[in-house]
């Protein structure tokens, strides 16, 4: 599955800000951190503010801070404002003639959109943040003669 550049730069917002949720963080300290412009970043995270997961403080040491519950918010409820994510009507004829094949291949299409949306809404932002820990704990993997080893 492709995200638009929007929608990954809400999850990005999203889990930077619940990671630190009594830290407000500035529109251009996110978009430095991810080399984004700044304004681009803006109307991601005004989406995010009137969907009610962060909330902006003006004036001078003004920023975002997450305001949903990390516990809650499901990478489903970030995406889903972005990206339109839903299994729709399967597709069962093709330039108007009823086709088995379209029709087998809708199904198989509706399935996997079906299992993403799943997928997507059982994964919340504290789960994610858990496994970047995880992963930023881990030992970077080497490559050597075509195998990966974790470093030693």
Known sequence: ??????????????????AEPERQMSVGEIAEKYGVSTNHLAKVLR?????KLVEAARGVGGGYRFAGNAKRVTLMDVVGLFEDVHAGPLESTERGRPSAVASALGLVLAEIEATTVATLSSITLDTMLKLMRRHAAAPAPTVTAGTVRAAE
């Open 47 to 51: 989406e995010l503010g009137r969907a």
């Open 1 to 18: 599955m492709k995200l638009q550049t929007a929608t990954r730069l809400a999850l990005y917002a999203a889990l930077d800000l619940a």
